[in-house]
Every structure is written in C-alpha cells, then in structure tokens.
T-cell receptor
C-alpha cells in the first residue's frame, strides 16, 4: 500500500503565477487534510476535505487559495497569483473513514513551493 | 484557541544519553495527542499517539506521557542514537479532525 503521494516535490513560480499542488491519498482513504509550514514556523492546518466536499476550510487564506477533492483523481490545492509570502512547504495528509481517536493522519513528503 | 508550545526549541546531546522533550497545550479538551518525527526535506512520521483517556504510550525506546489536566506531554527517548537526530513535533487534536502543532524540538545526537 503506497503512502500519501504529493507532486511535484519542488515547485518554483514567479510572482503572479498560479501554483497547483497535488495529493493522492493512501488507498482506501477518503479524508484529506492540507497543512502549510512556513519557514521557522510550525505546521498550520489549512483545509479538510472529503470526496467532493469541503468539510473545514477555517485555515485557508480568504483570497487566492482554493482546494478540491473530486470524485476521481487527486486532491488539488490551488494558489492563484502567488506572492513571495506563499513560499513554504505544503503537506497533505489522509485518513480512512470512519476515523476514531486512535487513528492518525498519514502525511505525504510535502511540496516545497518557492516564489521568486 | 488551542496553542501548543514545545521546549526546548533545540537540543544537542551525546550518544547514549536519555532525554526528555516537553510539550504543553492551552486547552485540555483534546481528542488525542501525537508525537511526530520530521527529517529535513521529508514528511512527518507518526511516532506515538495517546488518546485523551490514556496516560502513556510506549514504542521501543520511546515513551510518551499525557497529563491532560495540566496540559502537558513529555516524550522520553532512551539511549539516544545519532539516527534519532530529527525535529520532533507535538500535535493535539480537539475533535474537529484538524491537528494543532507546536514548532518542534530539533534534536541532534552526537556520536
């Protein structure tokens, strides 16, 4: 069973471009979470999705950021018109349903976004 | 709002030493607490998960304790090895399925 897969692993964008980050959860997992780790900061929750539904987006910046988890295919985190402050490591995690107190989230290797 | 603090921010020890990493959280209404390991440029590996009804968990040389009432957890690493060098992250879940992380403790074990 392959782990959580994220691509690309490294992404370089110029200011004003769009960044698309992909996450394929572990087989059988239908819950996906995105976290952002800014330099010298801890990981911060961004959004929690289930297939075709956004469950909690309380950590998403109000503008330029969006996320989806379609019925088929990977989850996508999209950042429009990137700025230098978006440079960070973006981690995806997944978990199976139903999820209990003893179940962890499984993390991918992350996508490191650099905005020039 | 839940806040998680980890002390110390960095720790350097000689090989073979036993050590303790500390984690504190402000809201005791947690679902579980987890300790993760993060290697440079890599993702997170779950080390131990303690449910809110539990007091401790053990895996090999690692032991994690939880005192929910005081908002504290410790990760004890016995007989440290150079391969233990990494950043250790503490995270709590409050039942909303989102983890709140501390900034981590960067551990260096010197041979």
């Amino acid at each position: 069973n392959a782990g959580v897969m994220q691509n690309p692993r490294h992404l370089v964008r110029r200011r004003g471009q769009e960044a698309r980050l992909r996450c394929s959860p572990m087989k059988g997992h239908s819950h996906v979470y995105w976290y952002r780790q800014l330099p010298e900061e801890g990981l911060k929750f961004m959004v929690y999705l289930q297939k075709e539904n956004i469950i909690d987006e309380s950590g998403m910046p109000k503008e330029r950021f969006s996320a989806e988890f379609p019925k088929e295919g990977p989850s996508i985190l999209r950042i429009q018109q990137v700025v230098r402050g978006d440079s960070a490591a973006y981690f995806c995690a997944s978990s199976p349903p139903p999820r209990g107190a003893a179940d962890t989230q499984y993390f991918g290797p992350g996508t490191r976004l650099t905005v020039l | 709002k839940q806040e998680v603090t980890q002390i110390p921010a960095a720790l350097s020890v000689p090989e073979g030493e036993n050590l303790v990493l500390n984690c504190s959280f402000t809201d005791s209404a947690i679902y579980n607490l987890q300790w993760f390991r993060q290697d440079p440029g890599k993702g997170l590996t779950s080390l131990l998960l303690i449910q809110s009804s539990q007091r401790e968990q053990t895996s090999g040389r690692l032991n994690a304790s939880l005192d929910k009432s005081s908002g504290r957890s410790t990760l004890y690493i016995a007989a440290s090895q150079p391969g233990d060098s990494a950043t250790y992250l503490c995270a709590v879940e409050g039942g909303s399925e989102k983890l709140v992380f501390g900034k981590g403790t960067k551990l260096t074990v010197n041979p």
